[in-house]
């Protein structure tokens, strides 16, 4: 079998819209190079691969189910919406110092509730209200203007809007409940990269050196575990485990608290750093690769 050509793409986050679609933020690396910005949005659907180009570098993606939109999210609070019917439209989330300008990039996108929810540094939380309408949701956590603390949101996550985490820079953990904020108290001092809100009484969060944090509803402890003190940059919850991303590979979490290496049966080096799993599938992409498994055995690589 002839050796596969090496990708031209650096990969970001995905999405998976449903079995058969698939989607990823790409960046051609001789692009990279010349100091560009831009992205490519790229879909996969029933192995044919597709690309649409942003003038601006997205950091996340995001799917709403009703109607059928497609969200991408840019660090200065750029926002490109894709929809079957018709050419993309784009919001910004606040063109003032009070958004990004004043507060720092954006991190993470998601959809919670029944609202979409972006946060980023300053500690910044917005909500989605409507169509163009994006409102501040910080009261109590955000920076205010001018001030030289480095505290930032990376990652937010919840079962309803009523019932929100927020994770990020200083291993800080806040909860809003019912509109309030309010600081957890967190058993590390690294940065946290993601949360995920399993259920009401389960939740993680994973950051640098490989920190593992649990909540089962009440305060937050370590998964003390020797796999591994990479960062850990991603979690995601699939088939009733835990599975979990750093730069060379996945672990999942056992019920006796181990974190055991994922085996891939795909010949050579891979690379990982990102998860999201839908529709019965788990999408792994990390910067030179592209992988998803329908039953958490056997994988298929599909990095154009």
Same mark, same amino acid.
């Given at each position: 079998?002839?050796?596969? =050509?090496?990708?031209?793409?650096?990969?970001?986050?995905g999405?998976?819209? $449903?079995?058969g679609?698939?989607?990823v933020?790409?960046?051609?690396?001789? /692009?990279?190079d010349?100091?560009e910005?831009e992205?490519?949005?790229?879909?996969?659907?029933?192995? =044919?691969w597709?690309?649409?180009?942003?003038?601006?570098?997205?950091?996340?993606?995001?799917?709403?189910? !009703?109607?059928?939109?497609?969200?991408? /999210?840019g660090?200065?609070g750029?926002?490109?919406?894709? =929809?079957s019917?018709?050419?993309?439209?784009?919001?910004? @989330?606040?063109?003032?110092?009070?958004?990004?300008?004043?507060?720092?990039?954006?991190?993470? @996108?998601?959809?919670?509730?029944?609202?979409l929810?972006?946060?980023?540094?300053?500690?910044?939380v917005y909500?989605?209200?409507? !169509?163009?309408?994006?409102?501040?949701?910080?009261a109590?956590?955000?920076l205010?203007?001018?001030?030289?603390t %480095?505290?930032?949101?990376?990652?937010?996550? +919840?079962?309803?809007d009523?019932?929100?985490?927020?994770?990020?820079?200083?291993?800080?953990?806040?909860?809003? @409940?019912?509109?309030?904020?309010?600081?957890?108290e967190?058993?590390?001092?690294?940065?946290?990269?993601?949360?995920?809100v %399993?259920?009401?009484?389960?939740?993680?969060?994973?950051?640098q050196?490989? %920190?593992?944090l649990r909540?089962? +509803?009440?305060?937050w402890?370590?998964i003390?575990?020797?796999?591994?003190?990479?960062?850990?940059?991603?979690l995601e919850w699939?088939?009733?485990? /835990?599975?979990?991303?750093?730069?060379?590979g996945?672990l999942? /979490?056992?019920?006796?608290?181990?974190?055991?290496? %994922?085996?891939?049966?795909?010949?050579?080096?891979?690379t990982?750093r990102?998860?999201?799993?839908? $529709?019965e599938?788990?999408l792994? =992409?990390?910067?030179?690769?592209i992988?998803?498994?329908?039953?958490g055995?056997?994988?298929?690589?599909?990095?154009?």
């Amino acid at each position: 079998m002839a050796k596969k =050509s090496p990708t031209p793409f650096s990969f970001g986050p995905g999405f998976v819209q $449903d079995r058969g679609t698939i989607r990823v933020i790409a960046q051609l690396d001789e /692009l990279v190079d010349a100091g560009e910005t831009e992205s490519e949005i790229m879909k996969w659907v029933s192995g =044919s691969w597709s690309q649409f180009s942003l003038d601006w570098s997205a950091v996340r993606l995001c799917q709403v189910v !009703a109607p059928p939109q497609v969200f991408a /999210l840019g660090p200065d609070g750029q926002i490109m919406i894709g =929809s079957s019917s018709g050419a993309p439209q784009e919001e910004t @989330l606040d063109d003032t110092m009070e958004g990004p300008e004043g507060r720092g990039p954006l991190r993470d @996108l998601r959809w919670i509730g029944k609202h979409l929810y972006a946060v980023g540094m300053s500690r910044q939380v917005y909500r989605r209200e409507g !169509a163009g309408v994006w409102r501040h949701r910080d009261a109590g956590t955000v920076l205010p203007l001018g001030s030289k603390t %480095v505290a930032g949101f990376n990652s937010i996550d +919840g079962r309803s809007d009523d019932d929100l985490y927020a994770v990020g820079f200083g291993g800080q953990i806040w909860r809003c @409940l019912n509109g309030n904020w309010r600081q957890i108290e967190s058993p590390t001092n690294v940065v946290l990269h993601r949360v995920k809100v %399993v259920r009401d009484d389960l939740a993680y969060a994973c950051g640098q050196e490989g %920190v593992l944090l649990r909540s089962r +509803g009440g305060g937050w402890e370590q998964i003390d575990h020797d796999a591994t003190e990479d960062d850990l940059w991603d979690l995601e919850w699939y088939r009733d485990r /835990l599975y979990l991303a750093h730069d060379e590979g996945l672990l999942v /979490l056992t019920g006796g608290d181990d974190l055991q290496a %994922v085996k891939f049966g795909i010949r050579g080096a891979i690379t990982c750093r990102h998860l999201h799993a839908n $529709d019965e599938i788990l999408l792994s =992409s990390g910067p030179k690769n592209i992988l998803w498994t329908g039953d958490g055995k056997k994988w298929d690589e599909i990095t154009p």
